[in-house]
């Protein structure tokens, strides 16, 4: 097969399921013997069906990575357990090319009875692979895998990130034709999720993979086309992983707001501004690089004189990335004859990649320096897409081409990518 061969190819594939058991034993029997007398026609929904997967088509390329993302009950479990042929579609076509690697569950495929070494064996001989072929490769496993000391104990006696680490290392090393990975490898070190994103930018020169994850980072470093999943459809699908990954955040709901005070004080109201500010799906967006003000008032007891603050931004996965604190510049507010503190906090670029954030405020007594009140998602908003990064800043930078003589066209402004912890 050459490199631009489609390995995978999804024809309008459509699964229903039933809510009731009772009922989901009774269809699945007479969609059995629909089978067994031909009958091929796709039945509408019957009493408590519902889709789980409706008329998905797409295709995958050797040498491409397909992100396959959406929330909770979007129907990409479904899709994968077609694709890995688990279950059947109830219409349209899968078609897949080659040996067919999958990590679509933990343990998935072992046999818990047995050792790590014997289910190497079986694993890799159910993909399609010799006896030799394994042998070859049964080395590099398990050094990939790092369990040469328990390689002989059986695998229900493996932790979770051992289950993983064995199970990617026979996928990986055994270098199939397609490679399908759910979720797997949110479970494990980061030492072994770097080498795991290694190991697939290696694979990709020869593998066609599709990557399921809530990890956008992991989709934004690995994928080179993404499909957004919704309610059993795509929703989204193309080549821009950035605006793919904007619209899974736009889905998101605010969290739930959580208030901790020592005193008898309170947000009265916030609200963000920008020079580009829109309202995107419900939410607050703005352009990466924009300056933005957001404005809070509290109601404060009058026994509270000064106060000082901290405004924490965090991401979609609850994760701190950027912080801004009055005392850094030595602002103190004062309160009012009528209890009220009313301050605007002022970013003049606000460098954060594409994705949903919220402030988080925290108020403290700058007299007696402590913490008088504590709230969570204040304000949220969505940085809207613009580049495609896996960091959660990404920094203005001059670059300078030194073989040029003309100064002025060497101060190109692009951008640095850091990973904010």
């Known amino acids: 097969m050459m490199k631009d061969d489609v390995l995978i190819k999804v024809e309008n594939v459509s699964k229903k399921f039933s809510k009731n058991l009772k009922k989901s034993l009774y269809y699945g029997l007479m969609d059995v013997f629909g089978g067994v007398i031909g009958s091929t026609k796709t039945r509408a929904l019957r009493g408590d069906e519902f889709w789980a997967v409706k008329e998905v088509s797409f295709e995958v390329k050797r040498g491409e990575c397909l992100g396959l993302i959406g929330h909770n009950g979007a129907g990409k479990s479904t899709l994968l357990k077609m694709l890995n042929g688990l279950i059947k579609p109830d219409a349209g076509k899968i078609t897949m090319h080659g040996k067919v690697g999958a990590l679509i569950e933990l343990g998935a495929g072992f046999n818990p009875i047995l050792s790590g070494r014997e289910n190497i064996y079986n694993n890799a001989a159910v993909i399609g ?110 080549n821009d992983i950035g605006a793919g990954v904007e619209k899974y955040f736009l889905k998101f709901e605010s969290n739930e707001q959580q208030i901790i005070s020592s005193k008898n004080i309170s947000l009265i109201k916030a609200k963000l501004f920008s020079e580009n500010t829109s309202d995107n799906e419900g939410s607050l967006s703005i352009d990466y690089g924009d300056s933005v003000e957001l404005k809070f008032d509290l109601q404060v007891d009058q026994s509270v004189k000064n106060l000082k603050f901290r405004l924490g931004i965090f991401n979609i ?105």
């Open 317 to 421: 996965e609850y994760r701190l990335v950027a912080e801004v604190d009055s005392e850094q510049i030595n602002f103190i507010a004062k309160n009012s004859n009528e209890g009220v503190v009313s301050v605007t906090m002022k970013i003049d670029h606000l460098y954060l990649r594409s994705g949903k954030y919220s402030f988080h405020l925290h108020v403290s007594d700058a007299d007696k320096n402590e913490r008088i009140l504590r709230q969570s998602d204040i304000v949220s908003f969505v940085v809207r897409h613009s580049l495609t990064a896996g960091a959660d800043m990404i920094l203005p930078s001059a670059w300078i081409d030194n073989l040029k003589n003309n100064s002025s066209e060497n101060n190109t402004m692009t951008n640095t990518q850091i990973n904010g912890k």
């Open 129 to 238: 692979f010799t006896k030799k072929e394994i042998d070859a490769k049964f080395d590099s496993i398990v050094e990939f895998a790092e369990i040469g000391e328990f390689l002989d104990m059986p695998v229900q006696n493996y932790s979770s990130g051992m289950k993983v680490r064995l199970g990617f290392a026979i996928a990986a090393q055994m270098q199939p034709d397609v490679l399908i990975i759910d979720e797997v490898l949110a479970v494990g070190d980061l030492g072994f999720k770097i080498k795991c994103m290694n190991t697939i930018q290696q694979l990709l020169k020869n593998t066609a993979v599709i990557f399921v994850s809530h990890a956008m980072t992991q989709v934004t470093t690995v994928c080179t086309k993404i499909i957004l999943m919704n309610k059993g459809q795509i929703e989204f699908e193309g």
